[in-house]
């Protein structure tokens, strides 16, 4: 089969279209031959040889994919050979075929086209596991959103404001706070021009919010325990910053905050299996409702993996970018 390969650490023109074996699948796994896959900020951590694979994953970019079932272990019964799948993979979605745990494979979402399901198990399992699976974001709360017009951001405002829940965001340009608003978000903050602290006390009449989902990590830290209420809920998912920070602790105990943090690339397969159905039962429905909806921001051919990672590193984008295989 032909895959994007990282012929040497470095900048986007190491990633080269090559003839590389095809995978084998396990008992428990199915292969799927590629449709489309999306693009995460990993993929580019990853290309400059600071985010290897887990052991027993593809060592090929591409956390999730979308496609068609080509062939299915012997320990396999959910799924049969033709079906219109997505999947959750801790490595090569930019090729042709990829070889997955069962698990990790979840049915195409009705009313979404197969190219643009590639764009939702990473978003979705990575919100549904974080804020929602453990910081117990529910109905009635406020939640903040750092980098609300990323693939994280795009997804996250939807699927919070499908729960009832009250979303602020941040992000660094009026057209990308526009974009958020037109997904649903409530309150929408230029950090470039206001202090997000100042305006979330303004907005919550000097409370704060119940949940953060961040993605800039240590030089936010002590700005988002300020601006969190009491018994309030941080949930670090990326260090866009940095991860170094010094913080008064004092706040954490005064305000009997919680502060976590978690990759989903690491977990076990049969910790994401969990993951995956959780996703199944309560996202999955929104998507068929169509209260969330595929943000996609260019589809590109998988030939031109190094453009689409241009176009990421340059942030202009808003939502996912996804590559299509053909
Ligand atoms: N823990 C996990 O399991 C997990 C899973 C998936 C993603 N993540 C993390 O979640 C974050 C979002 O991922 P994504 O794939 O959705 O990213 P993305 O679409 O590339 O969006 C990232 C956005 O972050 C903002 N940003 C803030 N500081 C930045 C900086 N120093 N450099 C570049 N951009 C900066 C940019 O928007 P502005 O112009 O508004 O600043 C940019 O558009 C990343 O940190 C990623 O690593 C974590």
Redesign the pocket.
């Known amino acids: 089969m032909k895959a994007i390969v990282i012929t040497e650490p470095g900048g986007p023109e190491v990633l080269k279209l090559q003839e590389v074996e095809d995978p084998q699948i396990k008992d428990d796994q199915v292969l799927i031959r590629i449709a489309a896959t999306a693009?995460?900020?990993?993929d580019t951590?990853q290309r400059v040889g600071r985010y290897a694979a887990p052991k027993g994953d593809s060592e090929y970019l591409g956390l999730e994919c979308s496609g068609i079932i080509e062939a299915v272990g012997k320990n396999v019964d959910r799924w049969k050979v033709g079906d219109q799948v997505c999947a959750l993979l801790g490595g090569g979605g930019y090729a042709e075929k990829v070889a997955v745990s069962a698990g990790q494979v979840l049915p195409n979402p009705s009313g979404v086209s197969l190219h643009d399901a590639a764009s939702f198990p990473?978003?979705a399992c990575?919100v549904w596991s974080?804020v929602f699976m453990m910081s117990h974001l529910s109905e009635g709360e406020t939640f903040l959103i750092h980098?609300?017009?990323?693939?994280?951001?795009t997804f996250a405002i939807q699927l919070a404001k499908y729960r009832g829940i009250k979303v602020f965001v941040?992000?660094?340009?009026e057209e990308?706070l526009a974009a958020c608003k037109d997904l649903g978000a409530d309150v929408c903050i230029n950090?470039k021009t206001e202090d997000f602290v100042a305006r979330v006390k303004e907005e919550t009449g000097g409370k704060g919010v119940d949940v953060i989902l961040d993605?800039?990590g240590g030089p936010y830290l002590q700005k988002n325990l300020e601006a969190l209420k009491l018994d309030g809920r941080l949930f670090i998912?990326?260090?866009?910053?940095g991860f170094v920070s010094e913080i008064s602790l004092g706040i954490v105990f005064a305000k009997r905050l919680t502060i976590q943090s978690?990759?989903?690339?690491s977990r076990s397969p049969e910790n994401k299996a969990q993951i995956v159905r959780e996703v199944e039962e309560n996202v999955w429905p929104a998507i068929a409702a169509g209260k969330v909806k595929p943000v996609v921001y260019k589809s590109m051919p998988l030939e031109q993996a190094a453009e689409a990672h241009r176009l990421?590193e340059s942030?202009k984008?808003i939502g996912?970018i996804i590559l299509v295989v053909p």
Do not use: P, Q
Request: hydrophobic residues 35%.
């Open positions: 693009l995460n900020r990993a951590i990473e978003v990575t974080t980098g609300g017009s990323s693939g994280i951001g941040t992000a660094g340009s990308k950090y993605n800039i998912i990326g260090f866009m910053g978690a990759g989903l690339r990421m942030s984008h996912k």
